[in-house]
């Protein structure tokens, strides 16, 4: 009987040590889940922010090149002025948004280091050889 309570406890000892270390990778797994949840609020404010100050900054060019234009522009001309104008505005904007949109593909998929872990993990214990 004695022996019986031995093997007991040597399983009861090894479950115990399998479930600390699963909880242990748990943590770590939530761990790195919250920085990259952290990374990707950050990213998403820097872009929110770039493409505000891209539609202010078009907005204000394109003001202030149509006041400009028109205010020098004899009567007769006002219309072409008004026009180059508005594509020399639409050009900054597209600019504007063009380094808005390589800013976002530069940056990696949120959560990509969380995937790469658990497939890791996968691996890892995977009964499959």
């Not at 026009?83 to 949109?101: G, N």
């Not at 800013?103 to 872990?117: C, G, I, T």
């Given at each position: 009987m004695d022996r019986l309570s031995m093997i007991f406890s040597g399983f009861t000892g090894a479950a115990d040590r399998f479930g600390?270390?699963?909880l242990q990778i748990l943590e770590d797994r939530l761990e790195?889940?919250?920085l990259e949840v952290r990374?990707?609020?950050i990213r998403f404010v820097q872009a929110l922010l770039?493409?505000?100050?891209?539609?202010?900054?078009?907005?204000l060019g394109i003001l202030l090149l149509v006041l400009t234009i028109l205010y020098l522009l004899p009567p007769e001309l006002r219309l072409y002025g008004l026009t180059v104008s508005a594509v020399v505005?639409?050009?900054?904007?597209?600019?504007?948004f063009i380094l808005l949109r390589r800013h976002l593909e530069r940056?990696?998929?949120?959560?990509d280091q969380s995937v790469?872990?658990?497939?890791?993990?996968?691996?890892?214990f995977s009964t499959r050889s």
């Amino acid at each position: 009987m004695d022996r019986l309570s031995m093997i007991f406890s040597g399983f009861t000892g090894a479950a115990d040590r399998f479930g600390n270390i699963g909880l242990q990778i748990l943590e770590d797994r939530l761990e790195l889940l919250s920085l990259e949840v952290r990374e990707a609020k950050i990213r998403f404010v820097q872009a929110l922010l770039l493409t505000c100050m891209g539609v202010v900054f078009s907005l204000l060019g394109i003001l202030l090149l149509v006041l400009t234009i028109l205010y020098l522009l004899p009567p007769e001309l006002r219309l072409y002025g008004l026009t180059v104008s508005a594509v020399v505005s639409m050009f900054a904007a597209l600019i504007t948004f063009i380094l808005l949109r390589r800013h976002l593909e530069r940056k990696p998929l949120a959560f990509d280091q969380s995937v790469a872990e658990l497939k890791k993990d996968t691996t890892c214990f995977s009964t499959r050889s």
